[in-house]
């Protein structure tokens, strides 16, 4: 188990551009509106968002807690870790698998996370190293997929399935992103990449639909704002959405956790 940390959840995708760290910092802000104690590991060593996300600003770097572990910053009421506190942001990260593997677990490892009910790690997308990493090094409670309705984005979204039932670890269920697109000038909505995929892929691996968000421009400025939906607009039905899904996360790893405890994989 990883020190001060009850349940971690993955939340990942099979490919980027599906809005996964959008869905990760909202969920996690949703969670911590449901009365848990979150944190958010944003695993995403080559591009990690979560710093702006959060509105944390450039240049902020976590104190030192004890010989060797970092205190994790705060923001809107959840504690996060991401190598963007760690480095200049337009510092190319210009490293192969294993010291992006060891950077992964010296942030999970050394951060001074204190009593969290949920750490939700915002995955890198692909199949690669950090996954693997993860899988054999840590007890995930449980994986949420993102995707959208796109036929591509499905396809991946599969693989990422298959990866982690390849390693034992439960998929709680499919978020799908960008379902319909809301016009802000008149209000008529249009799947522009497709429907009902996030759906027919959920049935197809026998998990759940945990909820379906729409493409719209507000969701996008607050989350570059540094003020996700869900604190920024608490009464908008996208940010009903994330409340809604984070409620479905919690059951689903309460019901893991009484069918046995989370599994870890050794080397």
Known sequence: MIEGVKHIVAVASGKGGVGKSTV???????????????????????????AQ????????RPQQAGENQFQPLEAHGIQAMSMAFMVDINEPMVWRGPMVAGAFQQMLNQT????????????????GDIQLTLAQKVPVSGAVIVTTPQDIALLDARKGIEMFRKVNVPVLGVVENMSLHVCSECGHSEPIFGAGGGERIAEQYQTKLLGQLPL?????????????????????????????VARAVAEGVQGQQSEGPAISFGD
């Open 53 to 60: 996300m959060l509105g944390i600003g450039e240049g902020v």
């Open 112 to 127: 001074a996370w204190n009593d969290l009910d949920y750490l939700f790690i915002d995955m890198p997308p692909g199949t």
């Open 216 to 244: 719209t421009l507000s969701i996008r400025e607050q989350s570059d704002g540094g003020r996700p939906t869900v604190i920024s607009d608490p009464d908008s039905e996208a940010a009903a959405t994330f409340r809604g």
């Open 24 to 50: 990760t910092v909202n969920l996690a802000l949703a969670m911590a509106a449901e009365g848990y104690r979150v944190g958010l590991l944003d695993a995403d060593i080559y591009g990690p968002s979560q």
